[in-house]
């Protein structure tokens, strides 16, 4: 299981109610946060890899982090 | 003159325009003008017909109207870049097999038995002598290695730093107050128990790096525009008034939009809307913007993950904001960050990110990203104090001006739009006020100058929110911008003032 945002990526348009209902039947899937055209969803990765392939609109990534930008100079890690 | 490199020119999105989705004229024709230029060849009067920068050479071709392979210098990216704002220039990207990194060892120092023992060092304020708290100072005995040792002051402003001996000769010492003070630096620095280092305070009067630029703004400059700043969240402070925001952390209150104790983002809002008066507060750029407060870091250390960052750029433009502020990034590029900036630019709302502090690295993602508004940092000699941080930042490129330099850990490249202040800048911090550097000052600093601009431009503010307002935007921005004279990688179009 990992945690994915899926974000719908037309924005000529408002994402299908189909499809969100899709990610919802994922067996493993586990809705975090839902935007309307973005939701964050623990899934394992055979459900994302699944989503991916039948959901071309939208993207379907890893949640990912970037930390407090800090141009402090620092110690190396030991 | 900087070598020639391959870029893809592509429309605002998918590889041929109007496929995805409506392409606004211009593109379209400008990607058809470089295919007549592809065919016809890159002779000077062709280039001219057809109104495509003089060296750029057209390699290759996917469709009459779609993506172009090309090579050109960073100067045409530039400069393309503020003519053409509604098309993308990516670099030409090679990928290598994925070989496992080699581990670095890091030298440690190594205290021997005559040398065991700590030092207290005593960090006070230059002003009236008092004990300086909860400062950070990180000492190296090897500073190309960063060697040394690090600790915070007590509430007697000693720090106590695990350097071995009685005395030690340190490379390099820097200390970092919690607000309220310039950070301090020395070079070749001789200390040993009871040594004291005093930090200057900061004077709300005194002329920092973007009050020369900009000096005080009045409070109507900007007026008209809401600005969204995504960042850490902005804390009350006596010099902002905060329209209203949301947090996008997930599990936590969506309406505790305040700073979550780092302060950074409190201290990128007062650059671009403080509304106080020197010397009894700080003047942002644009006082007159509506600001709105998105946080998308947690509290704690943790950081802000690609869904918040995503989410908060969708409720910004759902709430209105003309202009969003991203100082943050770092990391692989993102589609669901890359989307939700599309999103913004076709809503006509323009985002602004930081290059990254990486030392001279590439531009990071999302400033990379095309669609994206990236912002290095500049500096200016004499607009700190001595035996600060900011000393260490000076590095060439200096500019036409010769106290004009670009900061040594600025990001650049040839995704670079404009150069900020970012070198030494007194702003809002919870609590107070205090000096900060980085493209995350710099990022701001552009931010409130493009409100300043385009609350003067209600022809373009009035259009539509759509891409062709965005484009709008970006193009009177970036022709507005004035070269300093340190070269389009390092600086884009140059500061806008």
């Not at chain 2, 106080?276 to 998105?294: D, F, Q």
């Not at chain 2, 993950?305 to 709430?319: E, H, M």
Request: glycine residues 10%.
């Amino acid at each position: 299981m990992a945690r994915y945002v899926i974000r719908f990526t037309d924005n000529s348009g408002e994402p299908p109610p189909d499809d969100a209902a899709r990610v919802r039947r994922a067996p493993s899937a586990k809705i975090i946060d839902d935007t309307g055209r973005m939701m964050l969803v623990d899934l394992d990765d055979d459900d994302a890899r699944a989503l991916t392939k039948s959901l071309p609109k939208w993207v379907v990534v890893r949640e990912s982090t970037v930390p407090v930008p800090d141009p402090r100079k620092k110690l190396r890690d030991r | 003159m900087p070598a020639r490199q391959q870029f893809i020119i592509l429309p605002p999105r998918g590889l041929q325009a109007n496929v995805v989705s409506p392409t606004p004229a211009a593109v379209e024709q400008f990607l058809t003008s470089l295919e007549f230029v592809r065919t016809s060849g890159s002779n000077r009067k062709v280039l001219a017909a057809a109104r495509v920068p003089s060296d750029i050479r057209v390699i290759d071709s996917i469709h009459e109207n779609g993506a172009k392979l090309v090579e050109m210098s960073p100067e045409s990216v530039s400069a393309l870049r503020a003519r053409e704002p509604g098309i993308r220039i990516v670099p030409v990207v090679h990928y290598f097999p994925a070989l496992a990194p080699r581990m670095a060892v890091a030298k440690k120092f190594k205290a021997t038995a005559a040398s065991t023992g700590t030092i207290d060092i005593v960090v006070a304020s230059a002003g009236d002598g008092a004990p300086v708290t909860r400062a950070t100072v990180v000492a190296f005995t090897d500073f190309d290695a960063r060697v040394g040792a690090q600790a915070k002051t007590n509430a007697s402003g000693v720090a106590r730093l695990a350097l071995g001996g009685s005395s030690k000769k340190l490379e390099r010492l820097y200390v970092y107050p919690n607000g309220g003070f310039w950070n301090g630096f020395r070079k070749n620095f001789q200390i040993k128990t009871g040594t004291k280092v005093a930090l200057e305070p900061i004077a709300l009067d005194f002329t920092d790096c973007l009050r020369h630029f900009y000096g005080n703004s009045p409070l109507t400059a900007g007026s008209g525009l809401t600005v969204g700043v995504v960042d850490t969240g902005i804390e009350p402070h006596p010099d902002l008034v905060i329209a209203g925001g949301t947090n996008t952390v997930p599990g936590e209150d969506s309406n505790d939009f305040g700073d979550n104790g780092e302060g950074h983002g409190t201290h990128c809002a007062g650059i671009i809307a403080a509304r106080g008066t020197p010397p009894h507060g700080i003047r942002g750029i644009a006082p007159g913007v509506k600001l709105r407060s998105y946080r998308v870091f947690p509290e704690g250390d943790g950081g802000a993950s690609n869904f918040s960052i995503a989410k908060a750029l969708d409720r910004a433009v759902t709430d209105g904001c003309d202009l969003i502020n991203m100082s943050l990034g770092g990391g692989p590029q993102d589609e669901a960050t890359h989307s939700a900036i599309a999103h913004a630019r076709a809503n006509g709302v323009l985002v602004f990110v930081a290059n990254g502090n990486d030392d001279r690295s590439p531009v990071s993602f999302p400033a990379a990203d095309s669609l994206a508004m990236a912002v290095s940092a500049m500096g200016r000699k004499g607009t700190f104090p001595p035996k600060t941080t900011e000393v260490d930042d000076v590095a060439a490129p200096f500019g036409k001006d010769k106290k004009d330099f670009v900061a040594s850990f600025s990001n650049i490249g040839s995704e670079t739009d404009l150069t900020g202040t970012g070198v030494g800048i007194i702003s809002t911090f919870p609590g107070g006020y205090a000096v900060m550097d980085g493209t995350s000052m710099a990022c701001p600093s552009a931010v409130g100058a493009a409100a300043k601009l385009l609350s003067s431009l209600p022809a373009i503010t009035s259009l539509p929110r759509n891409e062709a307002r965005s484009d709008a935007m970006a193009k009177a921005v970036l022709d507005a911008a004035k070269p300093r004279g340190f070269g389009a990688i390092f600086e884009g179009q140059g500061l806008l003032v």
